[in-house]
């Protein structure tokens, strides 16, 4: 036998006194959609540490400093950055690139969801 403390809780028997036999139930049903969004369902690429440093590096120099992308391409090349795939140094639009996607992904990262509740359905019925 199955015991359940919510089914309980609404079980709302009464019995007659005299005779020991039950009077009324009252059963609750409820019914409703939950609908459930998040970025974490799907398959991240992550981005390793190399990557990540160079990334937070042309962010700095862009948005902080203030620089442009054949700036920051000099700069990059002067502390000895270089591309990941061939060793390359790193050209103004490749600096574009990796800023410009890398917003892309920031804010697929940090965006939200709300959960929702719909279609909420509630009776109260008598046995």
Not at 21 to 31: D, R
Not at 35 to 42: A, D, E, W
Not at 84 to 91: M, Y
């Amino acid at each position: 036998m199955f015991y359940s403390t919510v089914a309980n809780y609404f079980d709302n028997t009464v019995f007659d006194s005299q005779s020991g036999f039950k009077i009324s139930t009252k059963q609750l049903n409820l019914s409703f959609t939950l609908n459930i969004k998040s970025q974490s369902l799907s398959h991240l690429h992550h981005y390793n540490s190399y990557q990540q440093q160079l990334y937070n590096e042309i962010k700095r120099l862009k948005e902080v400093v203030g620089l442009g992308y054949r700036r920051i391409s000099h700069i990059l090349y002067n502390k000895g950055y270089r591309t990941l795939r061939n060793n390359k140094p790193i050209l103004n639009n490749y600096v574009y690139a990796i800023y410009s996607k890398g917003k892309i992904r920031e804010e697929r990262l940090n965006r939200s969801f709300n959960t929702q509740i719909l279609d909420l359905k509630y009776s109260i019925s008598a046995i």
